[in-house]
């Protein structure tokens, strides 16, 4: 690829200097780490004679793992010179761009009076960014490719007088964009070091957690309510962090989908669901189905079905007993894949459930295109059904829907009896909530399934 000769630390003589030592990332043609440092050191020292700031801007790219494991290395070092070009493109004479990370860049904009004039560049460096970027290999494929970055930025003297406070300030910031779901930008406060250290810290403690295999599952029973039997368990992961508690899969599965950890977990989660409902099986208790929550990443991956195929051989159980409940907004992503992906499913003899129904964006028309079996309407609707008209009224509609469709319905986070009542009365098919259980450990589904544990209506929060 061919690179503008446009200077991009502070001048043509800085940038020869930068290309004859190692302060130069040889991919971009940009300055590295260590030349990042250079640049914002010399961008300092010129501010401070002319009474000026500098803003450092600290960007990371969004998922930028995801386009190496599916198109391959060469693709991704394709769009990291395409936004690099870019990047470039944005600067003004005396500002500076360098690759501090594999999808890490830091700008340097060296003259700024006030904060505004930074927000106006990452509001460019997003729109630059979000234009398809067209990539093509040696031979003859070529892709267009969208991507966002995560931008945080450190204001000179605001936050930070040396080289090393700015970046690592715009540093925690960029990480807060992230945290916010990233494609965003935020300016650094204070207090964000202390809450990037706890990230941090579970970032670690994650990692270890999948290493010694210490995430667990607990499966959270659903109840047909015409046979008043348990014919489906969700299986649903845990994490008890020594020392810290339990975190919630709502803080720790996207974390392990941003550190690219989600594929490894999931599989734990497919492959311990598995043998959990084949020990039912063995002990003799009645067929349950197990449902498994799959995140978009492994929908997306194309050794999807294979894995499952793995699985479903090495533990012997049978594809009738196995569920993917996927929420709507996840199904709607990349549309034509995941309805192939579904119907391979399918046809091996898996249930497919929409999750979180009623909470997403999806168009009732794909509702016909997916192959689905099971309509789980989100909880949101259930609560306070009492004294909500409207909201039961979604719920009765979207019943009617299902049984049109010939989908099964089950209502998710039943808590009370009333709520029980209106849905039965409905015709809801299965309910799952704490009225009935709230997760459980394998051996007390064992228990539940032996019907010893004496008590249907265990409420355990
Ligand atoms: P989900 O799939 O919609 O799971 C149902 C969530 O509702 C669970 O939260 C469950 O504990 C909670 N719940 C069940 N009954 C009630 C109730 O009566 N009232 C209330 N207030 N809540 C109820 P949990 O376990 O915290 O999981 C949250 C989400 O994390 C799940 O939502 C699912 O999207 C995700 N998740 C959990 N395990 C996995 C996993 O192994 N893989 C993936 N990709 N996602 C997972
Ligand atoms: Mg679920
Ligand atoms: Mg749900």
Redesign the pocket.
Known sequence: MKMKSRPTCVGQASMERIRSIPHHDYLTDLPNRVGAHDCLDEALTRARRRFSKVAVLSLDLDRFHLINETLGFLFGDLLLQSISERLKGILSEGDSVARVGDDEFVMILAHITEAEEAVKTAQKVREELSGPHRLKDHQIMTVDFRITASIGIALSSLNGDEAETLLKNANSAMMWAKREGGDCYHFYTAEMNAAILERLTLESGLRDALQRNELF??Y?PQLDLMTGKIVCV?????WNYPGIGVI???RF?PLAEEMGL?GL??QR?LETACVQNKKWQWAGLPPIRVA????AY?LQQKSLVETVKRVLKETGVNPADLEF?I?ETIMMQNIEATIATLFELKEMGIRIAM??FGTGYSSLTYLRRFPIDVL?M??SFLVDTSGKQDSMAIIIGMIDLARRLKLRVVA????TETQLDSLRLHGCDAI????FS??LPADDVTKLLRGISGDSRKCRK
């Open positions: 599952l607990e959270q969700e299986a649903l992961a845990r919630p899969p709502s599965i989600i977990l999931g989660v498994i929550n799959l995140s492994q409940e929420t999750d979180d789980k989100d909880r998710e986070g039943v808590e799952q909530g704490f009225l709230s997760p």
